[in-house]
């Protein structure tokens, strides 16, 4: 079946530094979608990619489809205290019977101040 | 706007008791969805209702798990009987469209069998 990888699970970092992390999924995908969930709280959406190659910014957020849609990646420039949380990608085969949004297990961020 | 509301926020029950969590989706939105989080597996779908119907249940975990979607307004994801590894955080999300549309999740109920 479809799988959606986000590998390491944690990631600990200085506040101030810059922080990546990827998601790969085993197909294609239709598109993509990024959420944040804060300790103790649930998924928040932050953004959906479609096009291959795309590029959207937030902030000091930065996030990316891969030329062959297979793959996702989520930049932190200067992190805060307030990045601290779970990343999770969730990724959608092309729009069928079948179709199913599949979450990768996440990266957990913590931030030294 | 209030929000994906789920109940109770807290569930802690006996082995082979039956326990039914509750969710409202966002007024307007189509689809709802329930997740099961744990540590070990991460997110999972257990079912998808696209216009209070039953669209994708494979990932509901066995018998013991039932789910309905009597209107548009409401859904109970429910378990019996419930035994200590159905522990996990149970999620509620709803969408407007389907599955191309970003998911608005409630605040989960946190279940844990004894």
């Known amino acids: 079946g479809q799988q959606v990888m986000q590998i390491p699970q944690y990631q600990h970092v200085q506040e101030g530094e810059d922080f990546t992390t990827y998601c790969n999924s085993s197909t294609t995908l239709s598109n993509i979608q990024w959420y944040k969930q804060r300790p103790g709280g649930h998924p928040v959406f932050l953004i959906q990619?479609?096009?291959?190659?795309e590029v959207k910014k937030q902030k000091r957020l930065t996030f990316q489809f891969g030329e062959a849609k297979k793959n996702s990646s989520l930049h932190i420039t200067a992190t805060q205290t307030t990045d601290v949380g779970t990343y999770f990608c969730?990724?959608?085969?092309?729009?069928?019977?079948?179709?199913?949004?599949?979450f990768g297990k996440g990266i957990t961020l913590s931030v030294r101040p | 706007d209030a929000g994906v509301i789920q109940s109770p926020r807290h569930e802690v029950t006996e082995m082979g008791q039956e326990v039914t969590l509750r969710c409202k989706p966002i007024?307007?939105?189509?689809?709802l969805f329930w997740y099961r989080q744990t540590m070990m597996r991460g997110l999972e779908l257990l079912i998808y209702?696209?216009?209070?119907?039953?669209?994708?249940d494979s990932g509901m975990p066995e018998d013991r798990f039932s789910a309905k979607m009597p209107n548009a307004s409401f859904s109970t994801l429910k378990i019996q009987p419930s035994e200590p590894r159905d522990s996990a955080v149970y999620f509620c999300?709803?969408?407007?469209?389907?599955?191309?549309?970003?998911?608005?999740f409630g605040n989960g109920t946190r279940l844990t069998v004894t």
């Open positions: 209702f696209n216009n209070n119907v039953p669209i994708d």
């Open positions: 007024s307007g939105h189509n689809s």
């Open positions: 990619l479609v096009k291959s190659g």
């Open positions: 969730a990724g959608l085969l092309a729009v069928g019977a079948n179709s199913k949004l599949t």
């Open positions: 999300a709803s969408s407007i469209w389907d599955l191309n549309s970003p998911l608005h």
